[in-house]
């Protein structure tokens, strides 16, 4: 069983919406940070929501009015509701955890595709 385990993805059409799921079977000292990168064909892995187990909340620039990260404990899942997509959304997406800052993810999952159209 993979650690992180990410759901959700798949086409929408720009201004559409996706809430992508990443079940965490870290235990909660290894999971202090998750959050959400992507990545397109080509390009580095790019950082775009992390939520701190205290409710800290960050967010990148690009996603700060259309995305929401948050945390469901009891059901060990994090969540990324992205709204008003864009095609430049359009990539894979990783669910990470860290035990410490989320500058520095241990765990990774296997990535889910968001393929937005225009």
């Known amino acids: 069983q993979a650690l992180l385990e990410e759901s959700g993805g798949g086409p929408v059409q720009t201004g559409g919406s996706l809430k992508l799921s990443c079940k965490v079977s870290v235990n909660t000292y290894e999971s202090n940070c998750v959050g959400w990168f992507r990545q397109t064909p080509g390009e580095e892995r790019v950082w775009v929501a992390s939520?701190?187990?205290?409710?800290?909340?960050l967010l990148h620039d690009s996603v700060q009015d259309r995305f929401t990260i948050s945390r469901d404990n009891a059901e060990d899942t994090v969540y990324l509701q992205m709204n008003n997509l864009k095609p430049e959304d359009t990539a894979m997406y990783y669910c990470?955890?860290?035990?410490?800052?989320?500058?520095?993810?241990?765990?990774w999952g296997q990535g889910t595709q968001v393929a937005v159209s225009s």
């Open positions: 939520l701190y187990r205290h409710g800290k909340v």
């Open positions: 990470m955890a860290s035990p410490g800052r989320c500058r520095d993810p241990k765990y």
